[in-house]
């Protein structure tokens, strides 16, 4: 038998026939284990595990594609950040995971003695620092940094309300209430909780991080950058500062910065980028702020079966409450794809800025967003379909002169406790109808009760118009849940198809 394989791929190659030989198996990577009870001299292993993450990365511990850094449960303090510089594969990232026994937290921070704060004058406090303070964060909220702009600090006379001041190694803060720090938890961060540096294909799964500038940032060009599963919270700048290839999935935003410019995810590189399944709550600036420019064909970027909810006023130096958008599309990425979200801005939080074209704006649901869709000016060619808005308190679209063209239909509109209003070229209506005419707009969508569930996922109860009157749209095959579009005999309205079932 073997002879005759060998005469026959013999015989194969002489009339000009390729052979492919069977592809190797990948080799099986190492697994090494980190926890608090374990020491850097150790080998890695379960039974002798590392003490801190820094010794997984070290040189002459390097993980490799396909290996894997097993953390048990427990606080580890990396400071001033945990640098990471290793290579993964595409097809063989290098993963950072939980092991699964409890939370892991990971945070550059230190908590200040309570005992040694001095009172300055008025509601301003005083403490000495041993190690530098770009982050500092009362109970679980960043305080705001001086800055040129916006919050000009330059001497302790000019704290304002929720802010800190560093002069040589003297630490000044002027909490939001007025107390004294000393009945509270007050940390100090230097820098980020992760840096990444020239590293490729990484995956961080079912990591806490916690009370540094930003969750997780790059220093020099890094790509292919997984976080699954994880907890990013108490930050005082970003949550994550994305690279090329950049997903972010099944996570959770939770108390994220404190002015308009600090999102939960900054996206100056949008090429691959992929936002779905997360949970953002009180962020201060965007959500999402995507504005790197992409030049087609794709991959572009995908933003899908989120939820944003808790809005969170931004800190100007001025008095009044101020909501940024939860999404800010600037980039020119062609074909950025928005859908299956579900957007609750609680009357305060505006949910999708359109700064540039050709956004597919679909399938979402917005309940409470003073103003669901916003086009800037130089915005063209975008489709917003098959979405449902309800109580959108100063226009569900703004929609100035200029911003054409666009395409809006099988769109559902509903304001049972504020008065309806739409803004097509720059004119706002009362009336569904004149908005109708007037935009040439919208000849499938309509204005109805879209009888949504009540609690936070805004499903579609029994009877809803939103059911079955929608269009079969390209890349949207199933809701936020995972079922199949359309379960009737067409699609949904909104982030959700109606199951009896289920709903």
Not at 55 to 67: E, F, H, L, T, Y
Not at 113 to 133: F, M, N, Q, S
Not at 339 to 353: D, L, M, Q, S, T
Not at 453 to 462: I, S, V, Y
Request: charged share 20%.
């Amino acid at each position: 038998m073997r002879t005759k394989m060998l005469i026959a791929v013999a015989v194969l190659s002489l009339i000009g026939l390729t052979v492919n030989p069977v592809p190797p198996a990948r080799a099986a990577g190492i697994i090494r284990y980190v926890a608090p009870n374990g020491d850097d001299a150790n080998p890695g292993t379960a039974a002798q595990p590392w003490k801190t993450l820094r010794a997984a990365v070290q040189k002459s511990r390097r993980p490799g594609p396909g290996d894997t850094v097993l953390i048990k449960a427990g606080t580890y303090v990396e400071s001033p950040s945990w640098w990471i510089h290793v290579h993964g594969a595409a097809d063989n990232p290098i993963t950072f995971k939980a092991y699964g026994d409890g939370e892991v937290r990971i945070t550059p921070s230190t908590v200040l003695p309570a005992d040694g704060w001095v009172h300055v004058k008025d509601a301003i406090y005083k403490t000495e620092l041993r190690a530098p303070a770009t982050a500092v964060f009362h109970n679980e909220f960043p305080l705001v940094k001086p800055g040129r702009e916006k919050h000009p600090i330059e001497a302790v006379e000019d704290l304002c309300p929720g802010s800190f001041f560093v002069s040589d190694k003297t630490l000044y803060v002027r909490l939001v209430d007025g107390s004294n720090p000393e009945d509270s938890v007050i940390r100090t961060a230097p820098s980020h909780v992760i840096v990444v540096d020239k590293s490729e294909h990484l995956i961080f799964e079912g990591l806490t991080l916690e009370y540094g500038f930003v969750g997780l940032k790059e220093s020099r060009p890094s790509a292919g950058i997984t976080l699954r599963n994880c907890t990013l919270r108490s930050l005082a700048s970003h949550g994550v500062f994305t690279v090329p290839e950049t997903v972010i999935e099944d996570c959770r935003f939770q108390k994220i910065g404190y002015a308009q410019t600090q999102c939960a995810v900054n996206s100056p590189w949008s090429k691959g980028l992929i936002v779905r399944h997360n949970v953002f709550e009180e962020v201060a600036g965007h959500a999402v702020r995507q504005y790197g420019d992409v030049e087609p064909p794709p991959p572009g970027v995908e933003i899908y079966g989120n939820v944003f909810r808790r809005p969170r006023p931004y800190v100007d130096g001025r008095s009044r409450d101020q909501y940024m958008a939860d999404l800010s599309l600037w980039g020119r990425s062609q074909k950025t794809r928005v859908y299956n979200n579900v957007f609750h801005g609680e009357g305060k939080r505006p949910a999708i800025i359109l700064s540039r074209s050709g956004n597919r704006v679909w399938n979402n649901t917005f309940v409470g967003c003073p103003t669901a869709l916003t086009f800037d000016a130089q915005s063209r060619e975008n489709w917003v379909q098959n979405n449902i808005f309800v109580n959108c308190a100063r226009s569900f679209l703004a929609w100035p002169a200029g911003a054409t063209p666009q395409t809006l239909d099988h769109n559902l509109y509903f304001s049972p406790t504020d008065t309806p209003r739409w803004e097509s070229a720059g004119v706002t209506y009362a009336s569904f109808g004149e908005y109708q005419k007037a935009s040439g707009q919208e000849r499938n969508s309509r204005y109805a009760d879209p009888r949504l569930a009540n609690g936070a996922e805004a499903r579609l109860q029994p009877g809803s118009p939103a059911i079955d009157t929608g269009v079969a749209l390209e890349d949207v095959t199933v809701d936020r849940d995972g079922t199949a579009r359309p379960e009737g005999t067409a699609y949904d309205l909104g982030a959700y198809e109606f199951r009896p079932s289920r709903n």
